[in-house]
């Protein structure tokens, strides 16, 4: 038996509340609630759409065409990027999503004539991470990448 203190373990709500870029996506999915249904809802409540396990992948047909709450997600997901981005640098960034009826495609991120976040998408109706933490990796990853060629080439990204 070991008596060396552990580290505690993260809940949803302390990871969320020590994440930049998981508040964001919680702003950016309230700012996007023209009714007020998720103005009392918990955070974690809004982010678990975004938690898809193997398991649930699975029973996600390829077949249908991608629903708009799919796609929605995929959105917030993509500005919350670019909020953070331009929080941090001060240039303005700007999001596309295009994707198929087959759910391939890509998101860019960019600012000015600049690109700063591109992603290929494949089975986007299966768009979904395996937890909160492994979501809060992709995000603050392509967040860091961002910053990085903004701070890079300041006079192409504020044209």
């Known amino acids: 038996m070991s008596l060396a203190p552990t580290a505690p373990e993260l809940t949803p709500a302390s990871l969320i509340d020590g994440s930049p870029f998981l508040k964001a996506v919680v702003q950016l999915i309230r700012a996007n609630d023209a009714y ?3 103005r009392n809802w918990a955070d974690e409540l809004l982010l678990k759409p975004y938690i898809v396990t193997k398991a649930d992948k699975k029973d996600i047909s390829l077949e249908e065409a991608i629903d708009p709450l799919t796609k929605s997600r995929i959105l917030a997901f993509y500005r ?5 981005i331009e929080r941090e640098t001060g240039s303005l960034a700007q999001v ?3 994707l198929n009826h087959e759910g391939f495609g890509w998101a860019l991120v960019f600012a000015g004539r600049l690109i ?3 992603k290929t998408l494949r089975d986007a109706q299966r768009f979904g991470f395996k ?4 979501m809060n990796e992709e995000g603050d990853k392509l967040v860091q990448k961002g910053i990085e060629l903004a ?3 300041p006079a192409v990204g504020d044209l």
């Open 36 to 38: 007020g249904t998720y």
């Open 80 to 84: 919350a990027i670019a909020y953070c």
């Open 96 to 98: 596309v999503v295009d």
């Open 116 to 118: 700063l976040v591109s």
């Open 131 to 134: 937890s909160l933490e492994k």
């Open 151 to 153: 701070q890079q080439y």
